[in-house]
């Protein structure tokens, strides 16, 4: 938080999820101690050690799904990709007006 109270680093394998919580019991603030010098270094520590000689592993993929290539600065599909996905976003569309990007902004994105 912004006044030193509480702060939190989150992370997560496919076989294994931690969260880390640094703060006073009676909320009162720590001098100065934020995630990246508290939480974090424990939460690093703590999964280093529970990964220690265990194989790399990757979330599956669904089926159904494969990979495209976004614009890693805009977010959006590079031209001519087609996203299709289900959710239960509206649909959208975006073409000369888009931000940024390859293809002189033109982007078009459609959710199922």
Not at 36 to 52: D, K, R, S
Not at 64 to 77: D, E, P, S
Request: net charge negative; charged share 15%; proline share 7%.
């Amino acid at each position: 938080t912004n006044d030193f109270r509480d702060n939190l680093t989150v992370g997560f394998t496919p076989n294994l999820a931690v969260a880390v919580w640094v703060g006073n019991a009676d909320h009162t603030p720590m001098r100065n101690v934020s995630g990246i010098v508290g939480a974090a270094p424990i939460f690093h520590g703590f999964m280093t050690a529970a990964l220690n000689g265990q194989p790399d592993s990757w979330f599956s993929v669904p089926d159904g799904l494969h990979a495209v290539t976004m614009n890693g600065y805009t977010a959006y599909l590079l031209p001519g990709t087609e996203q299709v996905a289900q959710s239960q976003q509206p649909p959208s569309r975006c073409e000369e007006g888009c931000a940024g990007g390859e293809g002189g902004g033109k982007h078009k994105k459609h959710h199922g």
